[in-house]
């Protein structure tokens, strides 16, 4: 009698390509790649390189056919204000892998954090527009600033326009509680194409600063936020149009701010949507007026808006919930279906600070200014 031994014989597993990444400038943010195979998200988990040690690492493509064409791709530790540069501090180019070897060693020799490092000569020229403009609306004078493209004065361009509140903590380095480092940020945007806009900044009036902000009645009481967007838009505006090299329609100019900041600039875009196109809203001080009441919407004819909402969720126990309610609201609202875009960001360790506003700063001036995507 003759036994068949049947042998198992494995099969062979055939291995995608690999990735080995060495680094110079190492810490403890993961690392990720972020190509034309998961349309550039920066922090894709499938995606993440596994560490081997201090400043290596490795990734296996999965092995499918969309992996072995060529790859284009750039590292990252998660975001676009994260990636890869080189040992001067300047933007890398492109990736690419388009031979047919399975595995591949690359090097990195700084990564940003924040946005930092900037070039110096990319910095926007800070104008003084002036110490004691008028504000007829409110029979006061405030100072101004414009932050101008690094090469306005050699360039025939004209250039969006972004009109802030709270100047003091945008760029001032002596800020009691920091500041939005919008000046570094627009140099290191300026390098990733990002950064050609001309932002006004518009200082508080101080102890007054409560007042001019609240529009309306609320829990501040009454007021003059109205007078005080009236004079932006009828004063302000038409100035720095006739002075700067700008693109005055409503679809190149927003308005922004921060905390009650926000909350004047909310309103701004909605009572005048035909001078404002996009709204830079961070942590609104929605808890003024909680039950915003969004029935005078009805009377304007709405036109397209893009709305960058942030909001973290260590400010309070109600910002997080309040900018979201707000959000679903201009959403729902009949009269503004299709026309509003509305991009809502959500920080779970935010702060209520200029740190994080610094954050956003980038990520709110790509979208609103230089995306098409609608959320």
């Not at 890869?84 to 990564?111: C, L, M």
């Not at 050699?154 to 250039?159: F, G, L, P, V």
Request: aromatic share 14%; no cysteine; proline share 5%.
């Amino acid at each position: 009698m003759s036994i068949e031994v049947k042998s198992k014989i494995k099969p062979v597993t055939k291995l995608g390509r690999k990735i080995i990444l060495h680094t110079a400038q190492d810490d403890d943010r993961p690392v990720y790649i972020s190509g034309n195979f998961n349309n550039w998200e920066t922090q894709d988990f499938k995606f993440l390189m596994t560490k081997l040690g201090k400043g290596k690492y490795e990734f296996s493509f999965p092995d499918e056919p969309q992996f072995q064409e060529e790859l284009i791709y750039k590292f990252t530790k998660g975001d676009w204000s994260e990636v890869e540069i080189d040992k001067y501090g300047n933007r890398t180019p492109n990736r690419h892998w388009d031979d047919n070897k399975t595995s591949k060693i690359e090097k990195v020799a700084k990564w940003r954090k924040n946005w930092l490092p900037y070039r110096p000569s990319q910095l926007p020229k800070i104008h003084l527009i002036s110490e004691e403009f008028e504000i007829p609306q409110l029979n006061k004078t405030r100072k101004i600033w414009a932050l101008l493209p690094h090469d306005y004065e050699t360039s025939e361009e004209n250039y969006p326009v972004l009109y802030l509140q709270d100047a003091q903590n945008l760029f001032n380095e002596e800020a009691e509680f920091g500041n939005w480092q919008i000046d570094k940020k627009l140099a290191v945007m300026s390098d990733y194409g990002i950064g050609k806009i001309i932002i006004v900044a518009i200082e508080h009036g101080e102890s007054e600063r409560l007042q001019e902000y609240n529009v309306g009645k609320t829990l501040l009481g009454k007021g003059h936020g109205k007078e005080y967007i009236r004079f932006i838009t009828d004063t302000l505006k038409p100035f720095v149009d006739k002075t700067f090299r700008t693109k005055s329609e409503r679809e190149f100019t927003g308005i922004g701010g921060s905390s009650m900041g926000g909350l004047v600039s909310i309103f701004s875009g909605l009572i005048y949507p035909e001078v404002f196109g996009k709204l830079m809203i961070f942590s609104p001080s929605l808890w003024v007026i909680p039950k915003i009441k969004l029935g005078f919407l009805d009377f304007f004819e709405p036109m397209d808006t893009r709305i960058y909402l942030y909001a973290g969720g260590d400010e309070s126990e109600t910002m997080v919930k309040h900018v979201t309610k707000f959000r679903n609201r201009i959403l729902k609202r009949e009269s503004l279906q299709g026309k509003m875009k509305v991009h809502l960001s959500i920080n779970q360790e935010g702060k209520h600070n200029e740190q994080y506003w610094s954050d956003e700063f980038p990520k709110a001036i790509e979208w609103l200014f230089y995306s098409n995507k609608e959320d």
